[in-house]
């Protein structure tokens, strides 16, 4: 198989998606797990919420596959939300942090 | 480079050893329009209420005791504010917090419009004090509230999760059927249809204020509370225990004061009020707990304001406290009522819904818009921090309406009652500028 996918170019149009709540973008927040490419052009992301029975649970997972579309070889993609390992705040990048407050 | 690629990409501020796939803890919540119809519905109530506060104040006729305007004014504000925004609520906010869906969502739709019907019905009926208009739009919105609580009752026990929010969310809709008991025993008794209720219908109006307010509104935002405060401070890992406490001392004084209003015993009034002031406490400690343990440090304005609505509602129980105990407690029982309604309950509704309506609002107009490249946020349609005047007001103006009718002094209700219909106002203004907002969608 072919890896086909660069997955810091993916990471760059994941910065692009925003928790609406907070305003921070879904990889700072620590919400993208992990990203696999298993076969040839197939994208998949793990990825999380802040809280089980998030509100803004559908359109999040909605609008990360729409953003991780965008980059260059990717032909399908699934996008997983997981739960375990539960999020937590360190999961979160300094300047998320920052941001919230949160040290 | 290639074998980098092949073994994937892993958070960099985390470590996942391994994840497990969930059930989808999403999905179940009924389309964003079917609560915000309910939500308009409550807010452009709140403003009839505002602007009829405010006529009944210029025209010096509020709080003349069993006027008809007064009961209509009430029922503006229970029925058509509180309760059409709260259905909204309940709706969306059932399915985040127990992870369950509605059992019949076209039933709720169809009841939102029926709803409105029975309750522009029933509150012309009280104003003009038309006993058979009360008689059959009563029995009217009371087979829509049925239908709401039936349709909720059903699924909740479908729910997974049932910890004491659970227990909250469940009783209030089980007090509310009861309320609905009472509501149409008190309508037999004025029709002359049930001679019994008609003689003596003081227990059975306390019966039914105290299940509606306390039992109903009182549980749904004890027992919400623990799911949006630590939603909107991204809280976790907080100890639960004082919920537990809230919930069963919250019962036992709801039911001993029903208990008084039918068995007059100072002990089972003292007894109520005490547990009332418990109840109000451990649900404080609760929210501390919460708070304690928060992510999101800036604490924002509409949470300041569940947390005074909360401080009110402590004075709220004092004040029971200091009815129980006087013998003059009259005096001090007239302003109770309006000041656990705009108080605790009305400023709690404000406060959240400055969160709430913007989110579906979001969800509604905005939640697709990331396919136009726009990215769009919720604080983009409405400034949170806006929320201070008007919880100032509200906070104010409830506790003038109530010190007015302890101290009996007319110009300290009607000022009080301005600042609610000013805040109510601006509130109102508030609201309508995020759908303004997402009509003009960029």
Redesign the interface.
């Known amino acids: ?1 072919i ?1 086909v ?3 810091r170019e ?2 760059a149009h994941l910065r ?3 928790d ?4 921070l973008n879904v ?1 700072d927040l ?1 919400l ?6 298993p076969e040839e052009g197939k994208l998949v992301i ?1 990825m ?12 999040l ?3 990360v596959e ?2 991780a579309a965008r980059a260059f070889g990717v032909a399908e993609i699934e996008v ?7 999020w ?6 300094p300047e998320a942090r920052r941001v ?3 040290t | 480079m290639e074998d980098a690629r092949k073994a994937g990409w892993m958070s960099a501020s985390s470590q996942v050893p391994f994840s497990v796939p969930g059930m989808s803890q999403g999905g179940h919540s009924p389309p964003v329009t079917l609560p915000l119809q309910y939500m308009i519905a409550g807010l452009s109530c709140f403003l009839l209420f505002a602007c009829d506060l405010a006529w009944q104040v210029a025209r010096g006729v509020l709080f003349a005791p069993g006027s008809p305007a007064g009961v209509a004014l009430t029922h503006l504000l229970t029925l058509g504010a509180l309760m059409s925004f709260v259905m909204g609520a309940v709706y969306q906010l059932s399915t985040v917090a127990f992870l369950m869906p509605i059992a019949a969502v076209r039933l709720a739709r169809l009841l939102f419009y029926a709803y409105i019907a029975g309750l522009a019905g029933l509150i012309g009926s009280f104003s003009a004090w038309w006993s058979v208009g009360i008689g059959i739009f009563g029995a009217w919105t009371a087979a829509v509230l049925y239908g709401f609580c039936g349709n909720m009752l059903v699924s909740l026990v479908q729910a997974r999760t049932r910890g004491p929010m659970w227990r909250f969310v469940f009783l209030a809709h089980v007090h509310l059927a009861l309320a609905l008991v009472a509501a149409v025993v008190l309508v037999l008794g004025d029709a002359n249809l049930w001679p019994a209720a008609q003689a003596d219908q003081a227990p059975i109006l306390a019966t039914h204020i105290l299940l509606a307010a306390g039992g109903f509104f009182g549980f749904l935002i004890f027992g919400f509370s623990y799911k949006l405060v630590p939603m909107f401070t991204l809280s976790h890992g907080y100890d639960t225990r004082y919920e537990n406490w809230a919930f069963w001392a919250s019962l036992v004084a709801l039911w001993l004061f029903i208990a008084w209003c039918w068995i007059p015993m100072f002990a089972l009034k003292l007894l109520s009020a005490l547990c009332a002031v418990a109840a109000f406490l451990a649900h404080a400690q609760a929210v501390r707990q919460i708070l304690k343990r928060r992510i999101r440090k800036r604490i924002e304005v509409p949470i300041r304001g569940v947390l005074v609505a909360l401080a009110l509602g402590v004075l709220w129980a004092i004040g029971l406290v200091v009815h129980a105990s006087s013998f003059a407690g009259a005096v001090v029982w007239r302003g109770l009522g309006p000041f656990a309604l705009m108080g605790f309950v009305s400023l709690t509704v404000i406060s959240l819904a400055y969160k709430i309506v913007p989110f579906l609002v979001w969800t509604w107009r905005f939640a697709g818009a990331k396919q136009t490249g726009s990215n769009v946020l919720i604080s983009h349609l409405l400034d949170a921090s806006s929320a201070r005047l008007v919880i100032a007001f509200n906070a104010a103006g409830a506790l003038a309406v109530a010190t007015g009718a302890w101290l009996d002094s007319g110009w300290l209700c009607d000022a009080g009652a301005w600042a609610v219909a000013v805040s109510l106002g601006m509130f109102g203004v508030h609201m309508s500028s995020v759908f303004r907002r997402a009509w003009r969608k960029e």
Not at chain 1, 20 to 23: F, N
Not at chain 1, 32 to 37: A, G, K, V
Not at chain 1, 80 to 86: D, I, S
Not at chain 1, 88 to 93: A, D, F, H, I, L
């Open positions: 198989m890896a996918i660069d997955f993916v990471e692009e998606v925003y609406p709540e907070l305003g990889v620590g993208i797990y992990r990203m696999e490419e793990e999380t919420m802040t809280t089980p029975g998030c509100p803004a649970h559908d359109s997972a909605g609008a729409w953003a997983r939300v997981v739960w375990n390992p539960p937590t705040p360190e999961r979160m990048s919230l407050g949160w």
